[in-house]
């Protein structure tokens, strides 16, 4: 299967569910390797990776350190259920809010490794840890989450981007629940501690990166719905 190269991630996306709702790959079953899929599909390995890490997410398929990605369970229905909470009417607002924060947040991150302060990387450890701690509460993790980021975009000493993103949030909040409760709480904790380690030791280029990463992760889940 040769696929054309138009909004790839989704369409890899779709060759995945495809393949383990129709039992090509099996409960429990090892899933072709990330260098496999590339060939098979004709697709850049990041553009594999992406897609894959959407089940991961959801619990569809599970990565096994140095044996290979395995299906968890095949009720992709179920899962697209829970997506199923962001309507029609909620979509685009959401998928707005999600590429104007992809645009902002990358560099907001960029500076703030670079201006970091002890406080900062205390604040956000603190946040991270509030966020561990309130899995399963939605409200209180969605708080800590926009805390979180708050802190970044306050640590860039940009009173602007400060100002912003802060509004942005504050509209915001009831975008921010649906999708934690379409996609859950493990993303936003892998990707946070991720950037609160590269923020650390001032790693700006890898703090960008996973911000980017992290909010297109999000708008490439949103896809799924």
């Not at 099996?26 to 990776?49: A, D, Q, Y």
């Not at 980021?149 to 400060?162: P, Q, R, S, V, Y």
């Amino acid at each position: 299967m040769q696929i054309i190269k138009v909004n790839i991630t989704q369409q890899v996306i779709e060759y995945l569910k495809e393949n383990i709702e129709n039992g090509t790959w099996s409960v429990g079953e090892k899933i072709p390797s990330e260098n496999n899929l590339t060939e098979i599909l004709g697709v850049s390995r990041s553009s594999i990776r992406v897609a894959i890490q959407q089940f991961i997410a959801l619990d569809v398929l599970q990565s096994v350190h140095g044996k290979g990605t395995f299906v968890r369970t095949n009720k992709i229905m179920g899962v697209n259920k829970n997506l199923n909470a962001i309507n029609d009417a909620n979509y685009d607002d959401i998928n707005q809010v999600l590429e104007f924060r992809r645009i902002i947040e990358p560099e907001c991150a960029y500076i703030a490794a670079q201006h970091a302060t002890t406080e900062t990387i205390n604040n956000l450890e603190i946040y991270l840890g509030n966020m561990k701690n309130n899995i399963g509460q939605s409200e209180e993790f969605v708080k800590q989450d926009i805390l979180f980021h708050e802190e970044i975009c306050h640590a860039t000493g940009n009173h602007l981007l400060d100002n912003c993103l802060k509004e942005v949030f504050q509209k915001t909040t009831k975008n921010h629940k649906q999708m934690n409760e379409a996609f859950g709480y493990n993303d936003g904790i892998y990707f946070h501690a991720l950037l609160v380690k590269a923020i650390k030791i001032k790693d700006a280029r890898k703090a960008k990166n996973l911000m980017k990463e992290h909010l297109q992760q999000a708008i490439d889940r949103l896809k799924l719905k």
